[in-house]
């Protein structure tokens, strides 16, 4: 096995939050750290898409975990009110079939542009708000069309699962490109932004409802920046 775990707020630098949480749950296997924020999920599985098969075990746990209300000055009203805590786990396999089966997968970042969201180590959140949640919107929308363009995904039966950010952008992209809200599944009204664990922790609020043959497309964008996509079928 492997276990591959992301951490924005790690409450120790050694040993890591995938170290320890390994360890609480017993595993021994090889844990490895990815470092983003809120594109967890895409950074997750484009990682292990790039690895070889026969590099890979038979099961991957990975694993996306957040405080950020640790980090959050509540002084600050554009973005005390939008944080919760949260986290998320998911089992991948290259060799044993699941619910539901990969059909691509895409991560990318600009570092020039890493000062737009900040985590201080002994500070606060901070961000560009508008510069980000601008280019949240877009990118977004960028990242549904490179989709449709090789995929016939049909929005009266397919899923939109995006960055749970806030509930405005999410119609914003929604609307943008004509998805009906019955098959757009979110929890950032719930639960808040929950940073890279709120797009898994979405899909599995809704895991009763999935259908065969029903494409779900996941779209995340966050600090970075960076941003990236997975699409993925029911089987």
């Known amino acids: 096995g492997m276990v591959i775990c992301n951490c924005c707020t790690p409450d120790t630098l050694i040993p890591t939050e995938g170290q320890k949480i390994a360890a609480l749950l017993g595993i021994k296997a090889p844990v490895r750290e990815v470092f983003t924020a809120c594109p967890a999920f895409a950074l997750h599985l484009d990682f292990v898409d790039r690895f070889e098969l026969s590099e890979l075990p038979d099961y991957i746990l990975c694993l996306s975990t957040a405080v950020l209300t640790a980090n959050v000055n509540y002084n600050d009203r554009t973005d005390g009110a939008i944080w919760g805590d949260g986290a998320a786990a998911w089992v991948i396999s290259p060799r044993h079939k699941g619910r539901l089966k990969v059909l691509e997968t895409f991560y990318t970042s600009d570092p020039t542009r890493c000062d737009a969201v900040v985590v201080d180590r002994y500070g606060h959140f901070h961000q560009d708000g508008r510069a980000v949640r601008d280019f949240s919107v877009r990118q977004t929308v960028r990242l549904i069309k490179d989709i449709e363009s090789r995929h016939p995904i049909d929005w009266e039966r397919d899923i939109f699962i995006g960055h749970q950010a806030n509930a405005t952008m999410l119609e914003q992209i929604t609307a ?60």
Request: glycine content about 12%; aromatic content about 6%; hydrophobic content about 45%.
């Open 176 to 235: 943008n490109r004509e998805i009906p809200s019955s098959n757009h599944w979110y929890n950032v009204t719930n639960i808040g932004n929950q940073a890279g664990a709120g797009a898994p922790a979405c899909l599995a609020m809704h895991w009763d409802e999935i259908t065969p043959g029903q494409k779900i497309v996941v779209a995340v964008v966050g600090a970075g920046l960076s941003w990236g996509s997975v699409l993925l079928e029911a089987v």
